[in-house]
């Protein structure tokens, strides 16, 4: 079924900025002006990989300035139990207090980094959408994440950008999330969304084939489930494809003008870059947070395999 929050239609309207940019991404040189204003957003750092210890030592090496460490696995994440996903959604109020710690306020900007490249804007887009669904107005992705920052040399002068290693200690937020902000999908309404409507799984191709299966049970994919990597919304710089590029690929997958769309991937994160692919497109998307690891877990629901949706 739905839960929390608008109708899922095939357009959305994506938010501009007044400069008429769209306020789902953030540019490294908007990021670096913003931050040098007098109202510079808050940063959180969610760098993550699976099965790899990304997360705080790297922050310690260096971070942009003035950004927090945000934990995948305890502050974005709830404690798996029998019958979920490997990432069910945090308490409220765990995800509220992490925020706030970080500094956020209710109406103040956010930008939310990962650390880019092939798995670039997974983490990112696992908190964007999760400050979106609790109801935050103002936050942004960094387009090619911390990748993208180091890369990037300023016009006149070609230095580098600066980075950090001390941990900053931000003043306490007062955001208090309110769910609903953005459309979730449990099992039955993924099932039933992958016959009526577009079901798209984020997983690599050959996870979705059921060739291989390196982190859940069971290979294949959800019944009727299309086929979309998220590696195909990113340039080979590790940036978002233009939002008309996204548009021509969504369309062609089935994202048609009246068509309901939901997103699954294995545990609920990397489905969320997808979800952020489809709002630069103009296509408003259901999270389907438990993903393949949830729809998997009973052993009872059915499983398709091979390259069609089945």
Not at 40 to 69: C, N, S
Not at 210 to 234: F, K, M, Q, R, W
Not at 235 to 258: H, I, K, M, N, V
Request: charged share 20%.
């Amino acid at each position: 079924m739905y839960h929390h929050g608008r109708a899922v239609g095939a357009r959305a309207a994506v938010a501009l900025r007044e400069d008429g940019a769209m306020t789902a991404i953030i540019s490294v040189p908007e990021l670096a002006s913003d931050l040098a204003s007098g109202t510079p957003p808050v940063l959180l750092d969610v760098r993550y990989r699976p099965g790899e210890q990304l997360g705080f030592p790297a922050y310690r090496k260096g971070h942009i300035p003035g950004a927090v460490y945000i934990d995948l696995e305890t502050e974005l994440a709830g404690p798996a139990g029998p019958g979920t996903g490997r990432h069910p959604l945090p308490p409220v109020e765990v995800f509220g207090a992490a925020m706030r710690r970080a500094g956020v306020r209710q109406d103040g900007p956010v930008v939310v980094l990962d650390q880019g490249g092939v798995t670039g804007g997974w983490a990112a887009a696992r908190c964007w959408w999760m400050l979106r669904w609790a109801g935050h107005p103002d936050v942004r992705v960094l387009d090619g994440g911390l990748a993208a920052w180091i890369a990037y040399r300023e016009p006149e002068a070609g230095g580098a950008l600066p980075l950090a290693t001390e941990v900053p200690e931000p003043v306490e937020g007062d955001f208090v999330p309110r769910p609903g902000g953005l459309r979730t999908l449990d099992a039955d309404g993924a099932a039933v969304l992958a016959r009526r409507g577009l079901l798209l799984d984020a997983r690599a191709a050959e996870r979705y084939r059921g060739e291989v299966e390196p982190l859940d049970p069971v290979a294949g994919h959800i019944p009727g489930a299309v086929s979309a990597p998220t590696t195909d919304n990113l340039t080979d710089a590790g940036t978002f494809r233009s939002g008309q590029a996204l548009a021509e690929r969504f369309e062609a997958l089935g994202a048609g003008p009246e068509t309901e769309v939901g997103v699954y991937c294995g545990s609920g994160v990397s489905a969320a870059q997808e979800i952020l692919a489809l709002e630069l497109a103009g296509i408003d998307a259901a999270l389907y947070v438990g993903s393949w690891s949830e729809w998997t877990a009973e052993g009872s629901r059915p499983v398709a395999t091979g390259p069609e949706p089945g």
